[in-house]
């Protein structure tokens, strides 16, 4: 076995050989993340305090995010599923281990998501961002400025409403509201439920202006749509924009959302993953996002939030609303196998 300094002389000696741009190649973070879900001055900070460039890429769904990691060409460091996902790519093996909790920042994580039920133990996941999907409106359109607080008014919207909506093109949460307001269980496996989902959602489509889950923030602050189905963050700054419009905590279920970092297996800078995960568990980072694009965040972070989000509907739901929380969850087969036949129905 070599001595030590001859080991150090030669990786010395390899390093020299090296030209630069290889040198540099392990400064650099691969980052996949939902699109307008990053402010990308805070990425500049991370550089300057780690020497680590970020280069971010964005997708639109979970569903674009598995369907680039199963076709195994996507060679990210960090990317960002939701809860509900976390299951099905640990069992197919898309994770690594990053074992959070052993992160030195992670004793800044909030009690109620230190040990989630889609990650016991936090093995492959840090937290990041929570939230809700509702309905956004501009009370300014609409006959007495004020909406009942139902699916009803998104899915059977008032005659002057129509051509004026649009719905999220991602087809789990369309189709979780529309279980939600049918009162059918969000992961059946019943060809009756997906039929009459799938009415429901066809007799909508007429009414809907379109479907998009791109510039939501900026086509509600334009007022393109007089109504969005939509999640909390995005309405709470298009109403920083517009102050007339106001947000629907549904009453016959609230579809939440925690979203999470996660290191594929195939990153080719896990450790640079791991050190921005830490850094983004500092108080001052996460509340930095949270300040940026109007999520709630999973840190202790409170002290370093701006006013302008504590007094909004949309960020701080009122707690009688608690009880209308549905968390998504981890459908089987079966009922993903549904609810593709669903979509392409309904999109085709």
């Not at 030669?10 to 090296?18: F, G, H, K, P, V």
């Not at 939600?180 to 007429?206: F, H, M, V, W």
């Not at 109504?227 to 007339?244: F, S």
Request: glycine share 6%; net charge negative.
């Amino acid at each position: 076995m070599p001595s030590r300094p001859l080991i150090a002389a030669s990786l010395l000696s390899l390093s020299l050989a090296l030209p630069a741009p290889a040198q540099e190649a392990e400064k650099v973070l691969y980052f996949y993340n939902w699109t307008d879900y990053y402010p990308v001055e805070l990425l500049a900070k991370f550089t300057d305090e780690t020497g680590i460039e970020v280069i971010l890429d964005g997708y639109d769904s979970n569903e674009t995010l598995l369907a680039k990691l199963q076709a195994g060409g996507a060679a990210y460091d960090v990317i960002v599923p939701s809860d509900y996902v976390v299951p099905g790519m640990i069992a197919d093996g898309h994770l690594m281990k990053i074992d959070a909790p052993g992160l030195s920042n992670f004793v800044h994580v909030k009690e109620a998501f230190a040990d989630p039920d889609f990650d016991p133990g936090r093995q492959y996941t840090a937290p990041y961002l929570w939230g809700t999907t509702g309905i956004a409106y501009d009370s300014a359109q609409v006959a007495g400025a004020e909406l009942e607080q139902s699916w009803k008014v998104f899915f059977e919207p008032q005659p002057e409403m129509e051509g004026k909506i649009a719905a999220l093109d991602i087809s789990s949460e369309l189709i979780l509201a529309a279980s939600l307001y049918l009162g059918i269980p969000q992961c059946t496996e019943s060809n009756d439920d997906a039929k009459r989902i799938l009415e429901l959602l066809e007799a909508q489509k007429t009414k809907l202006k379109l479907y998009s889950a791109d510039s939501t923030v900026d086509r509600m602050a334009s007022g393109e749509v007089a109504m969005h189905h939509l999640w909390n963050g995005a309405t709470a700054r298009a109403t920083a924009q517009r102050d007339t419009i106001r947000y629907i905590y549904p009453v016959e279920g609230t579809p939440m959302f925690r979203d999470n970092f996660a290191v594929p297996v195939t990153a080719p800078h896990p450790e640079n993953a791991k050190i921005f995960i830490n850094w983004m568990m500092a108080p001052e980072n996460a509340a930095a996002v949270s300040n940026a694009i109007a999520y709630a965040n999973a840190i202790k972070s409170d002290e370093f939030l701006s006013d302008q989000w504590r007094g909004m509907e949309a960020i701080n739901m009122p707690d009688a609303f608690s009880g209308r929380l549905v968390a998504t969850q981890d459908c089987g087969p079966a009922a993903r196998e549904l609810q593709d036949r669903i979509w392409t129905r309904l999109k085709g």
